[in-house]
């Protein structure tokens, strides 16, 4: 009869995953110069020298959980006609499949090194493949019209809400912003 190993076996990919999401959690709500990698940790339920091991620095944490949730097929796989309509849904959804970059982002702009490490992923893992699906004539414009607006958006309902863009958002501001969106690729 085979002995059973009484120790707890080790899940590399969950742990890593479990600290990915740990950090995406916490660098959206508090930013990273006001996240330590123990509240990470802890989150996540793992020993602190595990960060190390996985990402190699709290840096290289910031940028694969950034780099996760920067996703431009998630826009540019909406359909045209219903861009606007399709895009303001998801910015304005209580319920999400996946946390929004945005606030990671914007909170992240403190700190000189994870501005950095953002603006280098946004550029090249959302903001360019955008302004190709836009096309050659004003692409990269409307890349950019594109990241304002949703930023802008982003800022006054989650980080300074506004009552124009919360919950109850008025239809007027709504309407607004789906033929501003909308706007983009008409």
């Known amino acids: 009869m085979a002995e059973v190993d009484p ?14 999401a740990a950090a995406q959690e916490a660098f959206s709500r508090s930013g990273y110069s006001d ?40 826009i540019t796989d909406i359909p045209r006609e219903r861009f606007g309509e399709t895009v303001v849904a998801i910015l304005t959804a209580t319920q999400r499949s996946q946390l929004n970059p945005l606030p990671m982002m ?33 692409g990269a414009g409307k890349a950019a019209f594109f990241s304002a607006l949703a930023s802008g958006l982003t800022v006054y309902r989650e980080l300074y809400p506004l009552d124009a863009f919360g919950a109850q958002m008025p ?7 789906i033929a501003a969106f909308q706007s983009l690729v008409d």
Request: aromatic share 8%; proline share 5%.
């Open 106 to 138: 914007m909170l992240a702009s403190a700190d000189p090194t994870a501005r950095e490490i953002t603006d280098r992923l946004l550029k090249a893992v959302f903001i360019e493949p955008l302004a190709r699906w836009f096309g050659p004539e004003r």
């Open 171 to 177: 239809e007027e501001a709504r309407n607004w912003l």
């Open 35 to 74: 996240t330590g990698v123990r509240d990470i940790t802890a989150a996540a339920g793992v020993n602190p020298a595990l960060v190390n091991r996985y990402f190699g620095s709290k840096e290289r944490l910031y940028e694969e959980a950034l780099g996760a949730l920067l996703d431009a097929a998630l």
């Open 7 to 20: 120790r707890p076996q080790r899940d590399a990919q969950r742990t890593r995953a479990a600290i990915l």
